[in-house]
């Protein structure tokens, strides 16, 4: 008959529910209060260091009394099956993580993302506010109160066994990389330090993999961590703009360049519920919208559009019929005085408006004769009347042409009374 360990005297422990890199979670039952729990138990062969890990993941959530964290319970060390086992006791969260998930059912909706998003920006938000960075933030790290389908459910980001306090001692060693390479922060994979701007990257990962269905940096591990120092994650073309700029923001490449995560909170509570944009960004016909906080080019694979001619519209303008008409009438007087000119041997009253009719073939100076001395008989009134000049009218006369011709006409009469007196 196989005994059922049980630890620190009242945890019975049950099966195993999950694994990491530091050790195993069971299921337990609290024989004191009755209830499940769950046991997180470090693996065999730990060092000093991991078991110092474990005691400050311990110590970070029971000093956090928030609901997106998991609560701990208890904490000690047993002997079990001949060695030391140091655990802790936490709350057992009843669903599923996010990566199994996204695994089986495939990409989220745009309403549960950013319902995770919210949840996970309160948890850390709690831990910055600690001066704890999490460090190891990955969908497998995330975990649902209830299945999906229900519509009930909320997250729980668990697994502190890396978290560190901000600008404090580091249990890494000097060039060591410490977390999943698919989630780590270009700061992280370059070896500097590591503050609240890491978790959001890595936030921004997870929510690109829910949106998505896949990992954002797949392949080995070297791979995985070198991959986001070149270029960023890829987008879908069809993603809205507003969740573009947002999970954009989140994955810059420069620390300086990501909202913080007070301004994530304002940000993603108003993203819309569709994931998907009327068009498609990385049509190079059509306008892609930057991101809102990185200078960085490389932090989202899109192609920029390219620079287009504005087409201004075409405007129909109304024939200026007011210039025809005074062009027309100044044509007009010019002819009329030009006749008058002809019969006078004068000058025209209209010369100053007068036009050329070709520029080629400029009209030559008028030259005015002096005529000769003539002898003119004058014959009697009532036989041989005096002759007076046919004056050809002129078409559609204005105002003004009728003046000028008045006046052209009176002096005609003069010229030839003169003639006739000598």
Known sequence: MQVIPVLGGRYRLGPEIGSGGMGA????????????????????????????????EAQYLAHLDHPNLVAVLDAGSDRLRSREAVWFAM??????????????????DGVAVRRVLLGLLAALHALHTAGVV??????????????????RWDVKLVDLGIAQRIHTDQLT????????????????????TVGPASDVYALGLVAIEAVTGRIAFPGSPNESAV??????????????????????????????DRPSVPELCDLVAVLPDDL????????????????????????????????APLLRPRVRRRPRRHLLVAGFLLLTLAGAGGWVAALSGGPSPTAAARTTASPAAPAPAAVVTPA????????????????????????????RTKDAA?????????????????
């Open 25 to 56: 979670v069971h299921r337990a039952w609290d024989e004191r209060f009755n209830r499940e729990v769950a046991i997180k138990i470090l693996r065999a062969g730990s060092d000093s260091v991991e078991r110092e890990r474990l005691r400050r």
């Open 91 to 108: 709350e057992l969260v009843q669903g599923p993580d996010l990566r199994t998930v996204v695994r089986q059912d495939g990409p989220l």
């Open 134 to 151: 999490h460090r190891d933030l990955k969908p497998a790290n995330v975990l649902l109160t209830a299945e999906p389908a229900s519509g």
């Open 173 to 192: 060693s000097t060039g060591q990389v410490v977390g999943t390479a698919a989630y780590l922060s270009p700061e992280q994979v370059n070896g500097e």
């Open 227 to 256: 991959a986001r120092l070149v270029r960023g994650p890829e987008l879908p073309g069809d993603l809205h703009p507003a969740w573009r700029r947002v999970l954009g923001g989140m994955t810059a490449l420069d620390p300086l």
């Open 276 to 307: 998907r944009s009327p068009y498609d960004a990385t049509d190079p016909s059509t306008e892609v919208l930057t991101r809102a906080w990185s200078r960085d080019p490389s932090a989202t694979a899109v192609l920029e559009a390219p620079e």
């Open 372 to 399: 000769p001395t003539v002898t003119v008989t004058a014959p009697p009134p009532a036989t041989a009347p005096v002759a007076k000049p046919v004056v050809q009218p002129v078409t559609h006369p204005t105002a």
């Open 406 to 422: 008045a006046q052209w006409r009176a002096r005609l009469r003069a010229l030839f009374a003169h003639h006739t007196h000598h």
